[in-house]
């Protein structure tokens, strides 16, 4: 399993239409094939960053899904209301506590 984080910092007159663009196609995302788990988390301290974090079943289905027509949409939407670079982690997991 590949596990997915991406961190995303926002202008903050522009997190409202993030929210909403994303609660549009979270399910979308979470049905493609390959896709175990998504969830969206808000900074504590910093209100304007969030990060996705997803399951994907193998490398080659996150590549499927960042290859897709649903993602370059939901990207070419979202990239305009950034104020910083995004950055991205694609990670193992390594021991997992029950």
């Known amino acids: 399993m590949l596990v997915r984080f991406v961190k995303m910092e926002f202008h903050p007159e522009h997190i409202a239409e993030f929210i909403a663009l994303f609660d549009g196609v979270k399910e979308k995302i979470r049905a493609v ?36 027509a649903l993602f370059k949409t939901t990207w070419a939407k979202t990239k305009p209301l950034f104020n910083a670079k995004p950055e991205a982690w694609s990670v193992e997991k390594f021991v997992s506590l029950p």
């Open 33 to 68: 094939e390959g896709c175990e788990f998504l969830e969206l988390l808000q900074g504590t301290e910093a209100s304007n960053i969030f990060f996705t974090h997803s399951y994907w079943e193998d490398a080659q289905a996150l590549e499927a899904y960042r290859h897709s």
